[in-house]
């Protein structure tokens, strides 16, 4: 993960206002990280800063201050927060980056925060960094952090069915209502009707913890992305009752069941004389995978029909780019909706609770400010002028940490 | 996808897809393996050009057996041809109509079979006389197109098919039962015997079932099973369909009328949710791959269910406190204690498997699943705009903890508009859809009021454990009661048992059956024998049969449950006295008291720790209980001594009595006549007060006495609202009425100096009275059998009573020197009927009488119940079409209090005009 820090000062800058450049998202067992560096001059030539005003072109309002910078994205288990916690501090993330000015005594700077932890580590925080936790509501910056990227960010959603990654052009004025399925350690479902406008109107406690704590007791896995690599590998059928182990290797046709349908996750190692130790890890990963994600893709979608959404977006960090994953939530909406619903994905899947915390910087502290149009690396249409922030990605497609982005003080 | 949709062929099209696609895909995930279920549109096939061959398919797994049918050809009737249920002979009939069906799963063997009654009709010369009268035809037998019989349910673990193929072969079950004689008495060992059976096993052990019993097995859909069975349950049983809330079970009356539709949501291996729109219309909506299976597969614990009781899913669930630090995230309506993720914790924790107890594994994932299963069928009611969820399956199996996690994800996702309903006989629905499959049942129009559940000693009903096959026999019985006992500390002691309560935190997250309050067995739901008596009947005069309610006191009211234990159990040294003294005091009878004791109390226990276990509890059923108990233990009539002896001596003050109530002016022997009644009903060996009062005198004592003491006004008194009626004011005479319904109850004083006394005014009114006592005997009451002597008796010495009982036909007996005919050319006088109840309880179930009182019932205009059985416990709230009178002296200090916020001795006496 790149944690350096590109900070520069834009010529033009006005003195620094209060602020801070770092926004958490504390969850059940992860901690994101949003942090924004201004650009640095030893890492941006001014070629590339001159470049990036012309191609801002007329909608740049030179009048304006401009921060140029990067958005970072970092994670930590939060079983290591004091890995977290000297991050921060090595960084001095904390003090938002106010090496050129005097910095306000620490005790009285605020780090917006979301997630259960902004609650849980508030005085660990305090004790460690001095600093206080600015506590915002964890679907709030769930649907803000959504609503930015699906607004802003080119190719940030896509669908992935059979094996199939493909970009959706999202028109960012024909993008409400939709659900957003945020699968963290448990999974909530949102419907969004626009910024600020959503309701919580669904979850399920089997989500991402479920498939990490289960897994880990019975496959001795050390961590997540093991366990998700040794899923690749399995075989659910050695463990899964089939509708064939039932019916004798029939199908159940009366009812549309093939042979092959799983019957019940696990099912098999009842009447198998065999503990689940002796099971290979990864058909349990395996089984346990198809488990948890069918059952998020069909309890999203009975929810989608539910309120008559036809665009579920999954993210949370259960996800994380896995093909194996997405492919089986995207079978599991597609075959109960019967195509008639699509999954989709964001790139930036795990941060949305950390960026939107970020954004909420806006109504504070960023007083004043508008976050505003973003230089582009990229040749990258930008569709519409009435949005606020526009972001482009910085690198390949998969590169998801960080996003170069500037923000213009109105 | 489009695959899965209800073609049998199409399975053949996935396979072809998954080809394709996984030469297409890397990753190869193969679709039609994807999650258990099947659109709502199943029925419109886009692959219509199939449908011939789908009609093909569809027959091959309807009618792969022969059905069996019956072969009618010279037929003859057995026996005397007007007995109303003749045997028929059939010589011909080569299948045997198999009385048997199976439902055998991957765990459990269910049975259902069907057993008739053993003919006990008594069809005298009276009766017939009677039921002229009635105008009840001699044709009754083909108003029951059913014979009465009996359904029973039995289970056993597929790991013993053994022992259910033994049970099989002993009852003959395969050939239609013991009895099958009636129907086949030479038939060889049929070759063609066919059974019904459903479920994985009915393919698996088809072989073994030929082997063994030589029959064959008819495979039934496992959907079309679990439907047919949850409705015929559902519109047969009073009281089938439970909810179960934080503990607490409340049974709920299905008008079978509005039932449909309704989604039905099956928890085995896996779980199938089933959209039901009627009689053999449904339509497999959804499913989830996550149930039973996954259950006990991700547990692999022995006794999952009865770890998870005293697990802690705490430890190793991550709650919303977990992440927010004990706090709620209340903005979003999620308390603290809400599970955020199901097995969250086991990510950070240092802790291996074997590091956490299995009860919380165990608990966690009993949550996770049950939870999961109550959120996809909300959402799937939902979407077809259903209300009522049904759950059935093996794996609830009556677990508390599972039904309250269920009943709670319903109640929090749908905010309390949707309800989850449970089944008490669950686990048969397949095995009685299977038994429904069968064509020659003749159940399909069978109706609430014809079936009457009973819960037989003979079997385990501890339950919720596997029951062991019934004990027919008398010894079988009481040797297992003995064993019981042995065993009775660990069975059936009496727990003290916290009241059902709320935890008050209201959320889904705390169901509080969990625990230390709750036993292992506690929510285990008794299944009893089914019986079916085609000839019950609803009473004709409720005003309002669906909202008819017998039971006064409701016993789900801890207190009084505990109350009327105590009383029960106080009263029962007497009975069994009295019971042994019956049977004239021999050893066998004793052993036979004893084990009737034990039997009794261990139900009584197992009601004060389950109330509901047998279904709905009213006092009614628990009065009626101890009378069954006693018939199981073949004491037939426990009172019989006392009941001769003190109808003796009442009959022997009777003539004095009358003579003097013929000395009365109208209007003070109508006062002395009600007061008669009161006074008489005192003599009741049902109440414990009043048998104290035998050891005080002679009957005519305690009855002049009594009768002396009635002070009005009562403490219920409309006796000048029914004066009006019988003698009008002001100079206008009333109409007598037409014919009166006199619902009697004790033996002796109460039916002798009472009752009679007040028929005989009526009679001599030109009112016809049909008195009406109950078909088998419960404590002193008497009987529809026994009233004819006393009236006869009576009769000698009455001219009133003699001509009504002539022209009632109860004197052909007891006159021999009377022609038979003579019994209706006499017919100066209205008739003086005797009609049996059909019931064999001290209270009175009006929607189950016999169908002789519904016939008489239908020109009467007035109704009298009498005593605290019938016009207190029950029917005290009743409604009638015509007018009623309800007549009790209550002699219970607690009922006195409750019913009238009066004392001991207090009196009742009201009158109902006609609604």
Not at chain 2, 838 to 843: A, R
Request: net charge negative; hydrophobic share 40%.
């Amino acid at each position: 993960m790149d944690h350096l820090a590109h900070v520069s000062n834009q010529p033009n800058s006005q003195p620094q206002s209060q602020i801070s450049h770092l926004a958490l998202d504390i969850g059940g067992s992860l901690i994101k990280l949003v942090y924004f560096c201004r650009y640095d001059d030893n890492c941006r030539d001014d070629d590339e800063l001159r470049s990036q005003n012309e191609s801002l072109g007329s909608e740049s309002d030179n009048s304006r201050p401009v921060l140029g910078g990067k958005l970072h994205f970092a994670k930590f288990e939060t079983s290591k927060i004091n890995d977290c916690l000297e991050f921060i501090h090595s960084m001095k993330l904390h003090l938002g980056g106010f090496h050129d000015c005097t910095a306000p005594s620490s005790d009285k700077i605020f780090i917006k925060a979301t997630g259960g932890g902004a609650y849980k580590f508030a005085d660990l925080f305090k004790e460690k960094l001095g600093v206080s936790l600015d506590k915002e509501d964890e679907m709030e910056c769930l649907v803000t952090g959504a609503n930015f990227l699906l607004k802003a960010v080119h190719q940030e959603a896509f669908t992935y069915l059979d094996g199939q990654k493909e970009f959706a052009q999202i028109d960012p004025n024909d993008l409400y209502p939709y659900l957003l399925v945020n699968i963290g350690s448990g999974v909530s479902m949102i419907k969004v009707d626009g910024d600020g406008k959503f309701e919580r109107v669904s979850g399920t406690s089997l989500g991402g913890g479920t498939f990490w704590g289960l897994g880990r007791l019975l496959t001795k896995c050390k961590n997540f992305d093991e366990l998700l690599e040794l899923s690749h590998q399995g075989n659910n059928r050695v463990i899964d009752m089939l509708v064939g182990d039932i019916y004798g290797g029939t199908d159940y046709a009366k009812i549309g069941l093939s042979a092959t349908t799983i019957a019940s996750s696990f099912g098999k190692a009842i009447s198998d004389n065999k503990g689940l130790v002796d099971y290979k890890p990864e058909d349990i990963s395996r089984s346990l995978l198809r488990m948890i994600s069918n059952n998020i893709g069909q309890i999203s979608y009975l929810n989608a029909l539910r309120f008559g959404l036809k665009r579920i977006f999954f993210a949370g960090f259960f996800i994380r780019g896995h093909a194996y994953t997405m492919d089986t939530i995207s079978v599991a909406v597609n075959f109960w909706s019967k195509g008639e619903a699509e999954a989709m994905f964001l790139r930036h899947e795990g941060f949305l609770g950390a960026l939107g915390a970020f954004m909420s910087y806006e109504k504070q502290c960023l007083d004043g400010l508008t976050v505003n149009k973003i230089p582009q690396r990229f040749p990258i249409s930008v569709s519409s002028a009435g949005n606020k922030i526009y972001c482009s990605m910085n690198g390949k497609s998969n590169d998801n940490e960080s996003i170069e982005c500037t923000v213009y003080r109105t | 996808m489009a695959g899965l949709n209800g073609d049998p062929f199409l399975g053949i099209d996935d396979n072809i897809e998954k080809l394709q696609y996984n030469n297409n895909s890397k990753e190869a995930i193969d679709k039609e393996g994807l999650v258990v279920g099947i659109g709502e549109d199943s029925s419109n096939n886009k692959n219509n050009n199939q449908g011939g061959e789908k009609d093909m398919a569809g027959n091959s797994i309807h009618r792969s057996g022969s059905r069996p049918q019956l072969d009618l050809s010279k037929a003859e009737i057995q026996g005397n041809s007007e007995e109303r249920d003749p045997t028929i002979l059939l010589p011909n009939q080569t299948d045997d109509i198999s009385h048997l069906a199976l439902d055998i799963g991957g765990s459990l063997i269910k049975l259902v079979y069907f057993s008739r009654h053993e003919d006990q009709s008594v069809d005298d010369k009276r009766k017939k006389i009677v039921k002229e009268r009635l105008g009840i035809s001699n044709g009754n037998r083909r108003n029951f197109p059913v014979l009465g019989g009996r359904l029973h349910f039995v289970k056993f673990e597929t790991s013993k098919l053994n022992e259910c193929l033994d049970f099989i072969s002993s009852k003959q079950l395969h050939r239609g039962g013991i009895d099958s004689h009636h129907w086949n008495s030479e038939a060889p060992a049929n070759e063609n015997a066919v059974i019904k059976a459903t479920g994985g096993g009915a393919y698996k052990f088809a072989d073994l079932f030929k082997e063994r019993l030589g029959v064959s097995i008819d495979k039934e859909d496992e959907m079309d099973c679990l439907v047919a069975g949850a409705n015929f349950l559902l519109k047969a049983i009073r009281h089938e369909a439970f909810t179960h809330m934080e503990g607490h079970k409340e049974f709920v009356q299905i008008d079978h009328n509005d039932l449909f539709p309704y989604l039905l949501v099956n928890i085995g291996s896996g779980v199938s949710i089933i959209k039901v729109d009627g009689d053999g219309k449904f339509q497999r909506v959804s499913g989830t791959n996550v149930g039973g299976g996954t259950y006990w597969g991700l547990g692999s614990f022995d006794e999952l269910l009865e770890l998870s009781q005293r697990g802690d899913n705490r430890t190793i669930d991550m709650l919303v406190g977990d992440i927010y630090g004990g706090m709620d995230y209340s903005k979003i309506g999620l308390s603290a204690s809400t599970i955020a993720s199901s097995f969250g914790k086991a990510i950070s924790d240092k802790k291996e498997l074997q590091d956490y107890r299995p009860e919380d594994i165990s608990l966690s994932l009993l949550r996770m699943i049950s939870y999961n299963i109550g959120q996809i069928s909300y959402l799937n009611a939902l979407r077809f705009g259903l209300k009522r969820i049904f759950f059935g399956g093996f794996f609830i199996r009556g677990h508390a903890y599972t039904m309250d996690t269920i009943s709670f994800a319903v109640h929090f996702w749908s905010k309390g508009e949707a309800q989850a309903m449970f089944l008490r006989h669950e686990g048969f629905l397949g095995a009685v859809g299977a038994f429904m499959s069968y064509q020659k049942h003749g159940l399909d129009d069978l109706m609430v009021h014809h079936l009457v559940e009973r819960f037989p000693m003979g079997a385990p009903y501890t339950g919720g454990k596997i029951h062991g096959p019934p004990l027919g026999d008398l010894n079988e019985k009481i040797s297992w009661m003995e064993k019981f006992v042995l065993k009775g500390t660990e069975i059936t002691a009496p727990v003290p048992m916290a009241p059902p309560g709320t935890t008050g935190l209201g959320g889904f997250e705390v169901p509080s059956s969990r625990g230390a309050t709750l036993r292992s067995d506690a929510s285990a739901l008794n299944v009893g024998v089914l019986h079916l008596v085609p000839t019950l009947e609803v009473f004709p005069l409720l005003a309002d049969p669906k909202m008819y309610e017998p039971n006064t006191i409701d016993l789900s009211d801890h207190k009084e449950l505990e109350y009327w234990f105590t009383v029960l159990s106080g009263h029962l040294p007497d009975l069994v006295d009295k019971a042994v003294a019956s049977e004239g005091g021999t050893d066998d009878a004793k052993r036979r008291g004893d084990a009737f004791a034990r039997a009794f109390s261990a139900h009584l226990a197992r009601l004060m720790e389950e109330p509901a276990a047998y279904g709905k509890l009213g006092l009614a059923n628990l009065l009626e209980l101890r009378e069954e108990c006693l018939r199981e233990f073949q004491f037939l009539d426990a009172y019989r001594s006392i009941k001769q002896r003190e109808n003796e001596a009442s009959l022997a003050v009777l003539p004095d009595l009358l003579l003097e109530l013929d000395h009365m002016d109208e209007e003070t022997r109508l006062l002395t006549l009600i007061e008669g009644v009161l006074a008489a009903n005192i003599f009741d060996w049902g109440s414990r007060a009043c048998v104290d009062f035998y050891h005080k005198g002679t009957i005519i004592e305690i009855y002049r006495m009594s009768r002396n003491k009635m002070q009005r006004p009562w403490r219920v008194d409309d006796f000048d609202l029914f004066k009006e009626r019988m003698l009008g004011s002001e100079g206008k005479k009333p109409r007598p009425h037409k014919r009166a319904l006199l619902f009697v109850d004790n033996s002796g004083a109460d039916i002798v100096l009472g009752m009679l006394p007040l028929a005989r005014e009526l009679l001599r009114r030109g009112t016809e009275v049909v008195l009406v006592a109950n078909s088998l005997p419960a404590l002193n009451d008497v009987t529809a059998m026994e009233v004819p002597d006393i009236v006869a008796e009576a009769a000698k010495h009455c001219d009133i009573l003699r001509r009504a009982a002539e022209a009632g036909g109860l004197l052909v007996d007891a006159m021999n020197n009377n022609s038979l005919d003579g019994s209706r050319g006499n017919s100066s006088s209205v008739p003086l009927m005797v009609v049996e109840n059909g019931c064999g309880s001290p209270c009175i179930d009006l929607r189950q009488v016999s169908s002789e009182l519904a016939a008489a019932a239908k020109h009467a205009d007035l109704v009298i119940l009498e005593g605290m059985g019938r016009a207190l416990h029950t029917n005290f709230n009743a409604r009638f079409k015509c007018e009623a009178l309800k007549l009790a002296m209550v002699k219970n200090q607690r009922l006195a209090e409750k019913l009238i916020k009066g004392k001991i001795y207090d009196c009742v006496c009201r009158y109902e005009p006609a609604t």
